[in-house]
């Protein structure tokens, strides 16, 4: 964990699985306490999805142990920030005025109810980043994502919300690109000692681009899928590592009852 928080410091999160979701989303970093409440929510059911507002990520954001997310540190709005070193993962998320740009009202239009959950469970932690583009996310996100799941008539997800033991962030396309990585998907920081992804041998820098052979778009994508299987169920991650894909089962294990994206 504590390499996610140092290499999210500084970088700029990026637009979620459900997520996705990323669940996913990716972001974004890792750690944030639950939330009390969403500020300013207008919708009845934000009550409920407030108690599970812990971390997340939407399209880039670094995220700690399955997607807890931790404020980013204040950055440019370059891409990458100046302190996350080129040999990071973390090099490959987006930055916050990309981030930014992606909150509209049709990034949400066509998600689920369980992607929106995530989306949401990432203010706190943009709120919470010191850095004035990102609390304009969280800003935009409070409105937007609010609107969509009252417009849906969306209910807190009664999902298990395991865990692997996996820190991620969403992939910027255009760096991943130039990278020559997958322009989709969600890449490992991290795995935590003894965890299911650790065990499964999953290793930094691998790329997950499906779970169960959906197709993962960005971190809020990836809490979203992940949040649906069963504990003690497996899942297989579809997996690309230097030019290689593979396909990794790795199992579900419980979450944090209080804060059960961890």
Known sequence: MSDAIKYASG????ASLLGLAGCAGDNTAS??????SMMGADVGMLGPVAEMAAGAYVA?????????????APATASSPAPNIPSSSPASLAMNASKTLSLETPERYRHKSCAYIEVAL?????????????WQQVATNRKAIANQAWGDKGCQRANFPWGKIGIGLHTLDPQLAQLRSFPTSGVVVDSTLPG?????????????VIAIDDQPVADHEDFMAQLGRAAIGSSIT????????????PVVVAA???QNAAK
């Open 11 to 14: 970088l700029a999160l990026a």
């Open 31 to 36: 750690g944030v306490a639950l939330a009390a």
């Open 60 to 72: 880039s954001a670094v995220v700690g142990s399955d997607g807890e997310t931790t404020a980013p």
């Open 121 to 133: 469970r990432n203010i706190p932690a943009y709120e919470a980043s010191g850095d004035p583009i």
């Open 195 to 207: 965890s299911s992804a650790q065990q499964a041998g999953m290793l930094p820098w691998d790329v």
């Open 237 to 248: 991650l579809k997996t690309w590592r230097a030019g290689t894909y593979s396909s990794i």
């Open 255 to 257: 979450g944090d009852a």
